[in-house]
């Protein structure tokens, strides 16, 4: 399965609304479509796991939906913190992908 | 607290064989699925393979044959034997594991990788 994500880079400014989409190339197995944060010389963050639950420690403010082939992760206020590169990931018949990843910068 | 540290890396030659090693503690090792991803410089996420806590192993095509997950659960420590290595193999490599659990939950441990470098 090919994880297309959408759009490469987004420009916004602290506070607003960040919108990232992920669409699959075939319906995601039981929607197992999770969701990571990775800044700069860091390792990646585990946000979103089986589209829309937050894993432990995130913040509200992190929203996953969707379902089949596509899903959308939310930040609905930006904080500083969250510039940062996204990816998601599916897994299905013991294989996992990841997206190419979305860039949220800052404006 | 989950710890991964990863070792191993370093500049080989195009051929050559290197093998890295991921270090676990803060969790039980054997109840988890121990995976490698890899980041070539610049780029972004890639699957490399899987053991699971059961000992199945996985892989991503391109490494499929060249390269060998194992883990030793009373070291609690995860393998990964590459062999045949190419320059497109250069990258960080990350371990990272999930819970074997009912459903799959994600990635919610990563080390801080080991940079292997393919290069004469």
């Known amino acids: 399965i090919v994880l297309t994500q959408s759009p490469g880079t987004l420009s916004l400014s602290p506070g607003e609304r960040a919108i990232l989409s992920c669409r699959a190339s075939?319906?995601?197995?039981?929607?197992?479509l999770t969701w990571y944060q990775q800044k700069p010389g860091q390792a990646p963050r585990l946000l979103i796991y089986?589209?829309?639950n937050r894993a432990t420690g995130i913040p509200d403010r992190f929203s996953g939906s969707g379902s089949g082939t596509d899903f959308t992760l939310t930040i609905s206020r930006l904080e500083p913190e969250d510039f940062a590169v996204y990816y998601c990931q599916q897994y299905g018949d013991s294989q996992w992908t990841f997206g190419q990843g979305t860039k949220v910068e800052v404006k | 607290e989950v710890q991964l540290v990863e070792s191993g890396g370093g500049l080989v030659q195009p051929g050559g064989s290197l093998r890295l090693s991921c270090a676990a503690s803060g969790f039980t090792f054997r109840n988890y699925a121990m995976n490698w991803v890899r980041q070539a410089p610049g780029k972004g996420l890639e699957w490399v393979s899987t053991?699971?806590?059961?000992?199945?192993?996985y892989y991503t095509d391109s490494v499929r044959g060249r390269f060998t997950i194992s883990r030793d659960n009373s070291r609690n420590t995860l393998f990964l034997q590459m062999s045949g290595l190419r320059a497109e193999d250069t990258a960080l490599y990350y371990c990272a594991n999930y819970f074997s659990g009912t459903y799959y939950k994600g990635y919610e441990g990563w080390g801080q990788g080991t940079q292997v470098t393919v290069s004469s």
């Open positions: 053991i699971t806590a059961d000992g199945g192993t």
């Open positions: 075939q319906s995601v197995s039981r929607n197992y």
């Open positions: 089986v589209a829309s």
